[in-house]
């Protein structure tokens, strides 16, 4: 079979970009254009050394996935939690899509795509109409997908338990995990955590519990009346919020760790802040308050 370089690389340019889009719809991880460009590039280029360099190190196992991991992490920035959910949805995408073209283009007696060494080689027949047809399947993938993880999430609700530790002070409490949740730390710029006030008093000593009792506006006048108190400084942040027809500031207080527990998974968080309301968030009590799913 006479193999073209450029269409090598076309092929695997169009194919690694639509990989990389999808696999950032379905984690709900987003960046910009060119990032997905510079990863699909890398990809592609690598495609093309293969075709120099067959039997070499480039064919194993372990180069494979350290290219794929190099792709995600030019494409997406986060952590290597959120790079191991990008890997995972990776090759989900990947085997869906590559399966479900071949197969549908031997189905209709169109054996004009190859895989060799883990790339796609295309024969001088090859057809455009393949490559848009793997693109719709792609595009309907990520869309059926999405909905149905939306779903998932509208019907269960999930509820994290979580404690929360100050010195040798702990709380419990149980959070609900809230995709509208959008707060952020204004120094860090980090999400925090929200909570109901007075189930995080506990932690407190009774000067501190007082203070936070007696005070009627958040402002840098009563963190520093908080900050005077032993263990307190530097504890505490103004946390801005904006809500439909209301704004306002919360007060955010740094313990020394949190751990959530989610089914059988237990994480623990470190240099977060949570933000203290004064209203309840359930009627039944079922969770005194909330986390974004991008702690979890």
Not at 277 to 296: I, K, N, T
Request: net charge negative; aromatic share 12%; with cysteine.
């Amino acid at each position: 079979m006479t193999v073209y370089l450029d269409e090598v690389f076309a092929v695997n340019l169009v194919m690694d970009w639509l990989i990389l889009w999808a696999v950032g719809n379905l984690a709900q991880c987003y960046t910009s254009s060119w990032r997905l460009a510079v990863a699909a590039v890398l990809g592609a280029g690598y495609s093309v050394l293969l075709l120099f360099f067959p039997e070499g190190e480039l064919t194993i196992l372990p180069v494979k996935l350290g290219w794929s991991v190099l792709m995600l992490c030019l494409a997406y920035a986060g952590s290597w939690r959120t790079h191991i959910k990008l890997l995972s949805y990776f090759y989900l995408v990947s085997f869906v899509l590559g399966g479900a073209s071949m197969g549908t283009m031997y189905l209709f007696r169109q054996p004009v795509m190859a895989a060799w060494s883990g790339i796609a080689l295309v024969e001088m027949d090859f057809q455009l109409f393949w490559l848009a047809f793997g693109t719709g399947l792609t595009f309907l993938f990520v869309y059926v997908l999405r909905s149905r993880l939306r779903q998932d999430i509208a019907a269960v609700q999930n509820i994290i338990v979580a404690r929360v530790q100050f010195q040798e002070k702990t709380v419990a409490l149980h959070l609900l995990a809230d995709t509208g949740h959008s707060l952020t730390d204004p120094l860090t710029g980090k999400s925090i955590l929200v909570a109901e006030h007075g189930r995080m008093l506990p932690l407190f000593s009774e000067a501190v519990q007082k203070i936070l009792a007696d005070r009627k506006t958040i402002s840098p006048d009563f963190l520093l009346e908080l900050a005077r108190e032993p263990d307190m400084a530097g504890r505490w942040r103004i946390i801005p919020y904006q809500a439909v027809g209301q704004q306002g500031l919360l007060a955010g207080f740094r313990p020394d760790y949190v751990y959530l527990r989610h089914g059988e998974n237990e994480q623990i968080l470190r240099d977060i802040t949570i933000a203290l309301v004064g209203q309840r968030f359930s009627v039944d009590e079922a969770y005194q308050g909330l986390v974004p799913l991008d702690l979890l």
